[in-house]
């Protein structure tokens, strides 16, 4: 028996519901006309993970599995800033040393003068955004090319945070509740909560968004589909939480280590409301018009400087979230943080997840993805004890290939009419 979905508009009445089959065939059909999306990060991410499993088994230790969420949290932050700024077809290369500077500024508020750990976050973000409404300024109102004005800051944000160092000193942070952010754990039954209220949540959205387009008669996904896609990532958290749930510490009579580390659920609340902003509010549409034709847009009653200034402003400001972890990780906050190849690895981590350079596509998850590729490669080459040369050879080439699928797959987009 044929199952039917009618359309309450009379429209279509009595066609037979897509199946499993259908919905797999038009996967496959979005997929060869170009539209890829996290698909190559995703493999990417798998092929990498096993190889370095299958040379170092301690790759897949419980230890080593935490060590990756630590080592990548930042970059992840980071990248997901970056995303924001990428949609607009826009850059910013100011965004690491930014995060030195936030950085920095925590470390002062907070150690030098004495302040609350609220009051030094508070300043530190604030830092982040006053960075990101100079540089949209002079991007929207003045028409510098983001390009050259996130150059400027890259150069002069390197100066701020010499100048707030005293030339090279080094600002130890003894402030546990943000020690606590990279360094500490969530309790075992915690972490379980917390993954089930994902599931939950997750769940409920995908089903109520099934059964609201099949009130007003819209196409839908088999149920099949989305019960397996929250099947998935039920067992994805499942594995994840009972791998860092394990014991990882050598002496479990002087401490014990068990449970996510806590930057994981932070990392996981940002992208559920950064996911909300981009799928399900006018801003996020709007973000995605004006990056897919900036004068369509204009001409539409958006106001794409507005737009621009504030996809600034947010890069900046989780640029400054970003550098809070980092002096987290570290305990202190030095000359080079923010600098080195954080920026390099954002940018990169945006990309590789999916994250077009041309504008117009991208998606949260994209620098979450993104983001685990970097620490996997960063992480396995040190197992593998291979040197600083190819490690950013390495990453260099991913990303250079990230790049070239993208550039790809938007030219079979434009050639199949489905951009």
């Known amino acids: 028996m044929t199952t039917t979905l009618l359309r309450r508009d009379g429209l279509g009445a009595g066609t037979p519901a897509p199946t499993v089959g259908d919905h797999v065939r038009d996967y496959l059909a979005r997929v060869r006309g170009g539209d890829l999306g996290s698909l190559p990060a995703v493999i990417g991410l798998t092929v990498l993970c096993l190889a370095f499993a299958t040379v170092r088994p301690v790759f897949f230790s419980a230890a080593n599995f935490a060590n990756l969420f630590t080592q990548g949290a930042a970059v992840t932050v980071i990248a997901m800033g970056l995303i924001f700024v990428l949609l607009l077809g826009e850059i910013d290369l100011s965004a690491g040393f930014a995060s030195g500077v936030c950085a920095t500024v925590l470390a002062n508020v907070l150690s030098v003068l004495g302040y609350p750990w609220y009051v030094a976050v508070l300043a530190a973000i604030g830092t982040g955004v006053l960075i990101g409404l100079t540089i949209g300024f002079l991007v929207a109102k003045v028409g510098i090319p983001s390009f050259l004005v996130s150059l400027a800051g890259f150069l002069a944000f390197q100066g701020i945070v010499l100048l707030l160092m005293k030339e090279g000193t080094n600002i130890s942070i ?246």
Request: charged share 15%; net charge positive.
């Open 174 to 419: 003894d402030n546990q509740v943000i020690i606590a952010i990279e360094n500490n754990y969530v309790p075992p039954a915690i972490g379980w909560l917390l993954a089930g209220v994902a599931v939950a949540g997750y769940g409920a959205v995908q089903f109520l968004r099934h059964r609201n387009r099949a009130t007003r008669g819209l196409v839908t996904e088999p149920v099949a589909v989305v019960a397996a896609r929250v099947a998935g990532l039920a067992l994805l958290l499942g594995c994840a939480v009972h791998v860092l749930n394990q014991e990882r510490s050598i002496n479990t009579a002087i401490s014990s280590t068990r449970g996510m580390p806590v930057v994981v659920p932070l990392i996981g609340a940002l992208l559920v409301f950064w996911t909300f902003v981009l799928n399900r509010t006018a801003y996020g549409r709007h973000l995605y018009a004006v990056g897919g034709n900036p004068e369509a847009a204009r001409r539409a009653g958006i106001n794409v400087d507005r737009l621009k200034i504030s996809a600034f402003v947010i890069c900046s400001s989780m640029a400054a979230v970003g550098g809070i972890i980092a002096a987290s990780k570290d305990r202190s906050v030095d000359p080079n943080t923010g600098g080195s190849n954080v920026l390099l690895y954002a940018v990169g981590a945006a990309v590789i997840g999916g994250t077009s350079l041309f504008g117009g596509k991208g998606r949260m998850i994209h620098a979450v993805l993104g983001g685990a590729v970097v620490a996997v490669i960063i992480n396995g080459m040190g197992l593998l004890d291979l040197s600083s040369g190819l490690k950013y050879t390495s990453t260099g080439l991913v990303l250079l290939l990230a790049a070239g699928v993208d550039a790809l797959s938007r030219r079979r987009s434009v050639a199949t009419g489905t951009r």
